[in-house]
C-alpha cells in the first residue's frame, strides 16, 4: 500500500477565522461603543449598497450554535477578535463589564465544544471615540491599546494561550489613512501615515508585553501581517529571479518587518522618506522588536516578478483573462502560500508561521437541493494548500493553516455583497449552510492530509 500523499504533520494545527466587526452584530448592544466601521457605514456611499455592521451575522447571539456547528466540522481550532469598543466604549476609561462576559461565554462555549480559541486583540473595529482624538495618527491610542491589552489578557487568560495582537497593519493604516477605502476614510500625508504605521507598531510591542505579564503558563503571541503590495513570486524558479523577488520583497516589508525583526526602520526607508519619517522615543523600538513565537500571514494573492533590466527588480502585469477571485485585487496564485513564507523565513529570519487566513471571494449560488457546490473555492483552497505543502516538507516551520472565513459576513466596504465563508449564510434568515468546501476542508482535517 502506497503512503497517502501531501500528508501534514501530526501536531498541524487546522482551523477557521472570523472577525469581530463582520459576523458579531449587536453594534450598540449592552454597552458596546461606536466602531469606525459603525461611523464609516453610517455615511452613505462607503459601503456598497448601504450595507451596515449592525447585525452582520448575528454571531453575538447564535455564539453557540456557531460552536456546534465547527465542531460537527471537525474544525477545532477558531481565530477570532476582540472588538475594542465592546471592552472599553470610549476607547479608554471605563470597562464595559457586559462586553468582557460577553467573551467569557464565547471562550466557555468554544472549550465545551473542544474548540481551541486564538484570540486577535485588534482586526480593524477601532472605538470611534478614539478616531474622533486623531486615531492611529496620534500617539495616544497605542497608549489606549495598553491598558484594553492588559484588560482582555488578564480576563481571558487563564483560558486563551494563543494571541494575535494586531491584524493587517499595512491595510487599515494604508486604506484607512492613506487611501481612504477603509474605515476611517482618510487621505493624509505619507508623514502623518508613517506616523500611524509607528503607533501601530507600538501597540503590538504593548500587546506582547501584556501576554507575556499575564497570559500566564504556556501563552504564546504574534501579529498577523498582509503584504502590501502582494509577495513576490519568482516568475522562474531561477537564481536570478528568485534573488529579484527577495530583493523587492525586503524592500517593501522593510517598514514593517524591519522594526519587527531587525529592531530598526532599514536605511533606505529612512532615506526615502526623509522629512517624512516617523518620530520614534526612546524605548520604542525595543518595545516594538520583543520576541514573538510566531508571525501570522494572510495569503491571498501574489505578484510574479523577474529581474529586469539595470539591475531592478520587474512586476509582470496580470492578462485579462488571468483566473481571479470575485475581487479585482483577488488574482489566483497558488504559489503564494510557499514565497510568502519563504521570504519572510530567508530575508527577515522569521522562524514559525502560522497561515492566518487564506480563501477566496466567490459567487456562490444555493442550488434546487439547498446545496451550495462551490467547485471553485474547493479547487482555490486545495491549490494553494499543495504549495503550502511544498514549505512544510522543505522545512519552513509553518504550523498550521486557518481558512478565511468561517461564515459568509460583512466584507467591510464591499458589504454583504462578497462571499469568503465555507459556510453560505442567508442574511435574511440567519440559515447557515455549510458549503462542498467546508465538508471537504472537514474531511482533510480528519485525515490530516489533501484529498
Keep these: 500500500m502506497t503512503t497517502p500523499s501531501y500528508r501534514f504533520p501530526e501536531d498541524f494545527v487546522w482551523g477557521a477565522a472570523a472577525a469581530s466587526a463582520q459576523i458579531e452584530g449587536a453594534a450598540r448592544e449592552d454597552g458596546k461603543g461606536e466602531s469606525i466601521w459603525d461611523r464609516f457605514a ?89 478616531e474622533d482624538r486623531g486615531g492611529w495618527l496620534v500617539r495616544s491610542t497605542a497608549e489606549a491599546f495598553r491598558p484594553y491589552a492588559e484588560t482582555v489578557v488578564k480576563r481571558l487568560g487563564d483560558r486563551v494561550k494563543n494571541w494575535f495582537t494586531l491584524n493587517e497593519i499595512p491595510c487599515f493604516i494604508g486604506k484607512g489613512y492613506l487611501e481612504g477605502e477603509f474605515a476611517p476614510g482618510r487621505t493624509e500625508s505619507a508623514r502623518a501615515v508613517n506616523q500611524g504605521y509607528h503607533h501601530a507598531l507600538l501597540a503590538h510591542g504593548y500587546a506582547v508585553s501584556a501576554v507575556r505579564s499575564h497570559g500566564g503558563s504556556g501563552a504564546r503571541v504574534g501579529l498577523v501581517h498582509n503584504h502590501l503590495p502582494p509577495p513576490q513570486i519568482p516568475v522562474i524558479e531561477t537564481d536570478e529571479h528568485i534573488a529579484a523577488a527577495r530583493a523587492e520583497y525586503e524592500r517593501s516589508n522593510g517598514q514593517l518587518m524591519g522594526p519587527l525583526f531587525r529592531g530598526r526602520y532599514p536605511e533606505d526607508f529612512l532615506s526615502a522618506a526623509g522629512a517624512d519619517a516617523p518620530q520614534v522615543e526612546v524605548g520604542d523600538l525595543a518595545g516594538i522588536a520583543q520576541p514573538m513565537d510566531f508571525l501570522g500571514l494572510n495569503l491571498y494573492s501574489g505578484d510574479f516578478v523577474r529581474a529586469g533590466r539595470n539591475g531592478l527588480t520587474e512586476r509582470l502585469a496580470f492578462p485579462r483573462q488571468f483566473p481571479q477571485g470575485d475581487l479585482p485585487w483577488l488574482n489566483l496564485t497558488p504559489q503564494v502560500l510557499y514565497w510568502g513564507v519563504r521570504h519572510a523565513a530567508e530575508v527577515f529570519g522569521v522562524p514559525s508561521f502560522y497561515i492566518t487566513e487564506h480563501g477566496a471571494a466567490l459567487a456562490d449560488t444555493i442550488n434546487a437541493d439547498g446545496e451550495v457546490i462551490d467547485l471553485d473555492r474547493r479547487e482555490v483552497m486545495r491549490s494553494y494548500l499543495v504549495e503550502l505543502h511544498r514549505a512544510v516538507r522543505e522545512g519552513y516551520d509553518v504550523r498550521g493553516y486557518f481558512a478565511w472565513s468561517l461564515l459568509d459576513n460583512f466584507e467591510w466596504a464591499e458589504g454583504y455583497a462578497k462571499r469568503f465563508g465555507i459556510v453560505h449564510v442567508d442574511f435574511a434568515t440567519q440559515k447557515r449552510t455549510p458549503k462542498l468546501s467546508a465538508h471537504w476542508y472537514s474531511q482533510v482535517i480528519r485525515e490530516n492530509r489533501l484529498l
Design 42 to 130: 453610517a455615511t452613505r456611499g462607503h459601503i456598497a449598497n448601504g450595507d451596515t455592521p449592525a447585525t452582520a451575522c448575528d454571531h453575538y447571539h447564535r455564539y453557540e450554535a456557531d460552536a456546534a456547528l465547527m465542531a460537527d466540522l471537525a474544525i477545532r481550532n477558531y481565530r477570532l477578535s476582540i472588538a475594542w469598543p465592546r471592552i472599553f466604549p470610549s476607547g479608554d476609561g471605563p470597562v464595559n463589564p457586559r462586553g468582557l462576559d460577553f467573551y467569557d461565554r464565547l471562550i466557555d462555549s468554544l472549550l465545551a465544544a473542544g474548540i481551541t480559541p486564538w484570540v486577535t486583540l485588534f482586526h480593524w473595529d477601532l472605538p470611534q471615540a478614539l
